[in-house]
Structures are given as C-alpha cells and as structure tokens.
C-alpha cells in the first residue's frame, strides 16, 4: 500500500514552521553569543554558551511544536465530530448556513444554492467544515512533521551566528556577526512572508529590527559584566 502524499498546504505548514524555526535559531543564538561576547573574549566559552543554546532551543522548538500543531488538530477533530451532529440533525440548517456563505460572496442566490446542492451531496462533511471552520477536514498538518522541521532548522539557523563569532578575529567578533546574523533575518522574513502571504518589505524590516534588539539588549547585559 502506497503512503498518502502530503498536500500542497500541509508541505507548505511543514516549510513555514522550517522557516520560522531557522529564523529563531538564528536571532536566539545571535543574542546569546553575542552577550557572551560583550562579556568575556574567550572563544571556548562563547562557543559552549552557543552550543548550549542551540541543543535547549532545539529541544524547545520541537516539543513547542508538535503541542501547538497536536492543539490544533485535536481542536479541528472536535470541530469535525461537532459538525457531523450538526448534518446528522440540522442538514437543512447547515445547507442554508453554507448558501448563506456564497451569497454573501456576491453569487446569485440561484447559483449559490445549485452551487451549494451540488457540493454539499459530493461531500457534505467536507464543504460544511470548510465554511463554517475554515479548513479542510482531509488535510490535518503532521505535528511529527512539524516538530521534526524545528528540530532539524533550528540548529541550522543558528549555525551562522556560532560560526561568525567564532572565525571572525576579536576586534570585529561582535559586528562581523551582527552584520552575518541581520543578512540572514532579511532572508528568512521574506521568506517567512512569501509562505505568509504578506508585505514583504514590511516582515523584513520587521525580522530584523527583532534581531537587532534582541542583540542590542544581550550586547549590553554582557558589557555589565564585562572582565
């Protein structure tokens, strides 16, 4: 028996939860190199500090991950069970509900109800959750699918900062890496607003003003305690 192939929308949740564990790898890492950084010049100890973060973040990714996405598909699954009530005793309520919807989408109310016939005697489950929950009863994202992607693109994003504090000379330890880490954000939030559909101008400045201040802040407690 073959498996069953993820959907474009499934591979599309599973990539931006690659994509925003990478971005967190990335501006976590940053900000706790960089701390260490402000504070001590020794290399090991940066290094450990990073590494240390990186094996917690990817650890905390993952499991935050799967909880979130196993949330949601236990939310949509009693949706699911509600809404097959809801055919099993209201089906006329749930046609005129789904109608409603078309109509409201400036469709003619003749061809919103032939419309509405036709879908709802194809898959009456399926069109009802879609338009009263906003999903597809048929496509449930993998939270192992999920917590897998952080897991693996966390340590990934934050192999950038790690190496930039670590080959760049002790003059410009912090700045090289600043510089590496703010390329790096500019990237992943168009990405991350590619899969969003949003202003990407907008999550890139957005993305690396996070990483800025987030560095900025790690920066200034190291140089508190500065030897």
Aim: charged share 15%; with cysteine; net charge positive.
């Amino acid at each position: 028996m073959s498996k069953k192939k993820m959907s474009l929308a499934q591979k599309v949740n599973v990539l931006r939860a690659s994509v925003m564990g990478a971005n967190d790898g990335i501006i976590s890492i940053a900000g706790i190199v960089i701390g260490v950084a402000a504070a001590t010049s020794n290399a090991r100890s940066i290094l450990i500090a990073g590494l240390s973060g990186t094996l917690a973040g990817m650890i905390s990714m993952c499991m935050g991950e799967y909880v979130s996405v196993s949330t949601q598909k236990d939310s949509q699954k009693m949706a699911l069970i509600s809404e097959k009530q809801r055919l099993q005793n209201q089906y006329q309520h749930e046609f005129d509900y789904v109608q409603k919807k078309y109509e409201a989408q400036d469709i003619d109310p003749q061809l919103a109800k032939q419309a509405t016939k036709e879908l709802m005697e194809k898959d009456a489950l399926g069109t009802a959750v879609q338009e009263r929950y906003g999903f597809n009863p048929n496509e449930f994202t993998s939270p192992y699918a999920a917590a897998i992607a952080s897991f693996i693109s966390f340590p990934t994003g934050s192999i950038l900062p790690m190496v930039a504090v670590t080959v760049s000379p002790a003059n410009v330890r912090i700045l090289a890496t600043a510089i590496a880490v703010l390329i790096a954000l500019l990237i992943t939030g168009y990405f991350a607003a590619v899969l969003g559909k949003s202003n990407r101008i907008k999550s890139m400045i957005r993305n690396a003003a996070a990483g800025l201040l987030t560095m900025g802040v790690t920066y200034l407690i190291g140089q508190l305690f500065a030897r």
